[in-house]
């Protein structure tokens, strides 16, 4: 059973820096796929960042140039760095991957990912 549990959250002053962790485990093999999404209060997720099995990544232009997004595929561990975090960062991150583990296949995988972590709550006071 796949099982993704976040932490690294915390509260920070603008300008600040934070680490996010994500520990996977039960993905038959390797994701294809990993990403960082956020959910602001009412609003619905937004993708945040993403990396492939490659190693390719993808960022949200809102926070290309201060959020980097890592992984150790050996220990399936997912990282996001974030510095010169804003007030307007606040939310609940959660981290993603694609859905071949249950047997979904798409010509990009990276198209579809799901979250199914509780989150981590992250806050960046001014």
Avoid: H
């Avoid at 993708?47 to 992984?71: L, P, W």
């Avoid at 220990?75 to 307007?88: D, F």
């Avoid at 981590?120 to 001014?126: G, I």
């Amino acid at each position: 059973q796949l099982q993704l549990a976040e932490s690294g959250g915390g509260s920070v002053q603008s300008g600040g820096s934070l680490k996010l962790s994500c520990q996977i485990s039960g993905y038959p093999g390797s994701p294809l796929c990993l990403g960082w999404w956020r959910q602001f209060e009412g609003e619905e997720r937004e993708s945040v960042a993403e990396i492939d099995r490659d190693g390719v990544t993808k960022y949200a232009n809102v926070v290309k140039g201060r959020f980097t997004i890592s992984k150790d595929s050996t220990n399936n561990v997912l990282y996001l760095q974030m510095n010169s975090l804003k007030p307007e960062d606040t939310g609940v991150y959660y981290c993603a991957t694609d859905v071949r583990y249950r047997g979904v296949t798409l010509d990009d995988p990276c198209d579809y990912l799901e979250a199914r972590g509780r989150g981590t709550l992250v806050t960046v006071s001014s």
